[in-house]
């Protein structure tokens, strides 16, 4: 019974050795990097925290006043399109809307857009996906029948998932039961 014992001893012994794990190593970069600043005088390090500075601060980028111009142009022709409740026809406050979308789409042939249909957060996640699409083609159909290539038109849902508000009154939901367009190409 000894002998036994033993030998399971030693079995488990042999079976549980430590392997050699080597410690993870710093990137070269690091490496680099503590090198230089070893072996850097400190009149030269000034000038070498310089150099990083630079490099590390944001450079301010600034835009064109064209460019400017359709940014803001592009926000303020492409409004979003408001629903009622439960419904995806568009009302006819929402056709002037989409009157000035469509010039500024005619103006721009070759800019495409996404239409995002968006719902209240009342009703199930699965119907306010659906509801968000039906919003999203209604809006497209709209914008076809005034002369603007499906092509350049693409539709999505997020149903009740990107609520501009969060609120539970009936202003807020009125904003979150929108279709939306976001600029896909020039």
């Known amino acids: 019974?000894?002998?036994?014992?033993?030998?399971?001893?030693?079995?488990?012994?042999?079976?549980?050795?430590?392997?050699?794990?080597?410690?993870?190593?710093?990137?070269?970069?690091?490496?680099?990097?503590?090198?230089?600043e070893t072996v850097v005088q400190?009149?030269?390090?000034?000038?070498?925290?310089?150099?990083?500075?630079?490099?590390v601060e944001?450079?301010?980028?600034?835009?064109?006043?064209?460019a400017v111009t359709a940014k803001t142009e592009e926000t303020a022709t492409l409004k979003d399109v408001l629903f009622d409740?439960?419904?995806y026809n568009i009302r006819d406050d929402a056709r002037p809307v989409l009157?000035?979308?469509a010039s500024f789409l005619k103006k721009n042939g070759t800019m495409s857009v996404v239409v995002e249909?968006?719902?209240?957060e009342r009703g199930t996640n699965e119907y306010n996906l659906a509801l968000g699409e039906r919003r999203a083609k209604a809006v497209k159909d709209y914008l076809t029948s005034l002369g603007i290539m499906p092509a350049r038109m693409s539709v999505v849902t997020y149903g009740e998932e990107k609520p501009l508000c969060?609120?539970?009154?009936?202003?807020?939901?009125?904003?979150?039961?929108?279709a939306h367009f976001v600029v896909s190409g020039k």
């Open 1 to 36: 019974m000894k002998k036994v014992l033993i030998v399971l001893f030693m079995i488990f012994v042999a079976g549980c050795a430590k392997k050699y794990v080597a410690p993870p190593q710093e990137p070269a970069v690091q490496k680099e990097t503590v090198k230089k």
């Open 58 to 66: 944001p450079k301010e980028v600034k835009l064109t006043d064209s």
């Open 166 to 178: 969060t609120e539970q009154d009936e202003p807020c939901w009125q904003k979150n039961r929108r």
């Open 85 to 87: 409740y439960d419904k």
């Open 99 to 101: 009157d000035k979308a």
């Open 117 to 120: 249909g968006h719902c209240d």
């Open 42 to 55: 400190p009149e030269q390090k000034a000038e070498q925290k310089e150099v990083v500075k630079e490099i």
